[in-house]
C-alpha cells in the first residue's frame, strides 16, 4: 500500500534553516509528481511545493526564494530545503502524491519557527 512518511520538523528561529524528507514507497515513486504541503492552525492546508518526476519544480509565491524541493529516485524520497524561515511558515507540513485517482497523505512533520 502506499505510504509517505515525513521527517525533519523541529523548531527553530526565525532565519533559520530546515530539511524535510519525506520517504515514499508502495508505488513506482519516480513516476509521479510529489508534493508539500502545510497547514497552519485555523487555516486551509495550502501547496507548498512540487516536483514532477522530471524534476521540474513549483512553488508558492510565500516561499520562492527561500525554499527548495528535491527527489532522489533512486531512494523513494522527496525533500524540502526551507532557508530564511519566518514565524508565518510555523504549520505542519505534509507530503502528497495522487496515485491512480486516489489522493494520500503523509502523517505530517511540526515546524514551528520561534524566538
Known amino acids: 500500500q502506499v505510504q509517505l512518511v515525513e521527517s525533519g520538523g523541529g523548531l527553530v528561529q526565525p532565519g533559520g534553516s530546515l530539511r524535510l524528507s519525506c520517504a515514499a514507497s508502495g508505488f513506482i515513486f519516480s513516476i509521479y509528481t510529489m508534493g508539500w504541503y502545510r497547514q497552519a492552525p485555523g487555516k486551509q492546508r495550502e501547496l507548498v511545493a512540487s516536483i514532477t518526476s522530471g524534476g521540474i519544480t513549483n512553488y508558492a509565491d510565500s516561499v520562492k526564494g527561500r525554499f527548495t524541493t528535491s527527489r532522489d529516485n533512486a531512494k523513494n524520497t522527496v525533500d524540502l530545503q526551507m532557508n530564511s524561515l519566518k514565524p508565518e511558515d510555523t504549520a505542519v507540513y505534509y507530503c502528497?502524491?495522487?496515485?491512480?485517482?486516489?489522493?494520500?497523505w503523509g502523517q505530517g512533520t511540526q515546524v514551528t519557527v520561534s524566538s
Open positions: 502528497k502524491v495522487d496515485h491512480l485517482g486516489k489522493r494520500y
